[in-house]
Every structure is written in structure tokens, then in C-alpha cells.
Nanobody, 123 residues
Framework: QVQLDESGGGLVQAGGSLRLTCAAS????????MGWFRQAPGKGREFVAT????????YYADSVKGRFTIARDNVKKTVYLQMSSLKPEDTAVYYC????????????????WGQGTQVTVSS
């Protein structure tokens, strides 16, 4: 059974940092592109970052570029999102997602999703 479990969310002040972790199980992790998406109150799910299964190439939303870093550890079957210089507009539930043999920023292409972890950035 495929399971993605996010952790590391919390309440931080603007300008602070936070690292999210997504632990995967039940899948051949190295064959999956991993992504992070977020959903703010009253808004739709938004692409944040993704890291390719094939060569580890990374892609970021313009809104987080230069502030967030996505990384993966294929041995630990874990993907991370290091967030720095956090802004109040980063406040959202952050979701980890996985899609096999694709590199995409489109949420609809991802097959598996975690339950989400809340990130709140105060002014």
C-alpha cells in the first residue's frame, strides 16, 4: 500500500525557516518524481516544487524560487522541502505527491498524495 507521510510543518515568523519531510513507502521510490504542492485557505492546490525521478532535476514555482529547495534521498525514500525567508503568503497546507516516470508540475498528473502538513507564517 502506497503511503506518503509529511511532517515538519508548524508556526514560524516571517523570515524564518522550516524543513518539511515526506517519507514514502509501498512504492519503488527511485522511479517516481516527487513534488510538493500547497493549498492556502480558500484557494486551489498550487505547485511548489518537484524533483525528477531520472536525474534529480528540480523545478520551482516562481513564487518560491530562490527561497525553497527540494531534495530527495532514494535510500531513505524521503523527499525534503527546505523553506527559508518564509512569507505570510506561504501559509498553506503542504502536500507531498508522487508520479511515476514523469516530470510534471501539474497536480492532476500525480497519482499519490500525502495527508498534508500545515505551515503557518506570521507577520
Amino acid at each position: 500500500q502506497v503511503q506518503l507521510d509529511e511532517s515538519g510543518g508548524g508556526l514560524v515568523q516571517a523570515g524564518g525557516s522550516l524543513r518539511l519531510t515526506c517519507a514514502a513507502s509501498g512504492l519503488t521510490f527511485s522511479t517516481y518524481t516527487m513534488g510538493w504542492f500547497r493549498q492556502a485557505p480558500g484557494k486551489g492546490r498550487e505547485f511548489v516544487a518537484t524533483i525528477s525521478w531520472s536525474d534529480g532535476s528540480t523545478y520551482y514555482a516562481d513564487s518560491v524560487k530562490g527561497r525553497f529547495t527540494i531534495a530527495r534521498d532514494n535510500v531513505k525514500k524521503t523527499v525534503y522541502l527546505q523553506m527559508s525567508s518564509l512569507k505570510p503568503e506561504d501559509t498553506a497546507v503542504y502536500y507531498c505527491a508522487a508520479v511515476r516516470y514523469q516530470v510534471t508540475t501539474e497536480a492532476v498528473r500525480y497519482n499519490y498524495w500525502g495527508q498534508g502538513t500545515q505551515v503557518t507564517v506570521s507577520s
